[in-house]
């Protein structure tokens, strides 16, 4: 089953499209790629997640995800100035949360966080921080003339007052470090996560109660995901990658996640179906932790 614009939905070997109405998670592809600054193939991404989601099972090994329904939205219009396609997709973001259904935006690079960020502020979502799984700290007043950019994206989220918890960096510059001082960032590290293979960690008590994770593919070692334009050694593996995201979930409420820069790299379908998986893994772990609220 195809989702408009031929864009399979996602696991459709298995369910059928949920009603906008009936769907937790509102995927929400965003196939932008303007800023990349080393190597490309981010826009074909969100198409080959998808694609690839038809070889998963529907139990991940704890439960069953879909039970809380999945919806595939069309791909967000990407043409137009930088500004114009944020303005796209928080409309995509806002028009979700207006359901009142989740976010799941896959990219695409990592400038479209802002514009799904946008789409919460839009919404009237307010009291709510970032956490950032990366290779990178992103906090870049602006990159090669471009404030809308893959490395400057954080840097917004902080200057709209959001506050933000960073890990798994291992590439920044001083700019960045000042930046992380100026706006309180908080952060671990990879060379304090990977080491000595941190699982679990606490998020300070003043960190808001709902949360926005991003997770961008290259904060994950590229032993694992290769297929990304800036890959750096030295990242988080599968599991460890999993269980900070439920270390998150357990928490603080998850009101939305994207999964970004991702670079499919031909005749490698192993990497596209490992972000497929990773995908439904993190739905599986914000239905979880939702049963164990109520």
């Known amino acids: 089953m195809l989702s408009e614009n ?3 939905i996602f696991l459709g070997s298995e369910i059928e499209q949920a009603k906008p109405e009936d769907a937790l998670f509102h995927i929400i592809p965003i196939p932008y790629e303007e800023t990349v600054s080393y190597g490309g193939g981010t826009g074909k991404g969100p198409a080959a997640i998808l694609e690839a989601s038809w070889q998963l099972e529907t139990f991940d090994n704890f439960s069953y995800p879909c ?5 595939t939205r069309s791909p ?8 114009q396609v944020m303005d796209n997709i928080a409309t995509a973001t806002r028009e979700v949360l207006e359901l009142g259904k989740m976010p799941v935006g896959i990219g695409g690079e990592h400038s479209v966080t802002w514009g799904v960020i946008k789409g919460l502020l839009d919404a009237g979502i307010e009291d709510f921080g970032v956490v950032q799984i990366d290779a990178h700290a992103d906090l870049r007043d602006s990159y090669e003339g471009q404030k809308h950019s893959h490395a400057s994206v954080m840097r917004l989220v902080v200057e709209a007052g959001i506050p933000l918890f960073q890990l798994g960096i291992r590439a920044y510059c001083e700019e960045e470090v000042q930046a992380r001082e100026q706006f309180g960032v908080r952060y671990l ?3 304090q996560l990977v080491p000595t293979n941190v699982q679990e960690f606490e998020l300070p008590e003043d960190f808001p109660s709902k949360v926005f994770f991003t997770l961008d593919v290259d904060g994950i070692d590229p032993s ?4 990304t334009g800036t890959p750096v050694p030295g990242g988080l593996g599968w599991y460890q990658t999993l269980n900070l995201f439920e270390s998150v979930a357990r928490q603080r409420e998850i009101i939305g996640f994207d ?11 192993a990497y596209d179906f490992a972000a497929a998986q990773l995908l439904y893994k993190l739905m599986g772990i914000v239905q979880r932790n939702r049963r164990s609220d109520t």
Do not use: C, K, R
Not at 67 to 71: K, Q, R, S, T, V
Not at 76 to 83: A, D, I, K, Q, R
Not at 259 to 269: D, K, N, Q, R, V
């Open 6 to 8: 031929d864009y399979p």
């Open 67 to 71: 039970e809380l329904g999945i919806h």
């Open 76 to 83: 967000v219009n990407v043409s137009g100035t930088p500004e």
């Open 189 to 191: 590290d990879a060379h």
């Open 224 to 227: 694992v995901f290769p297929s």
């Open 259 to 269: 999964l970004l820069e991702f670079a499919p790299i031909e005749g490698f379908h």
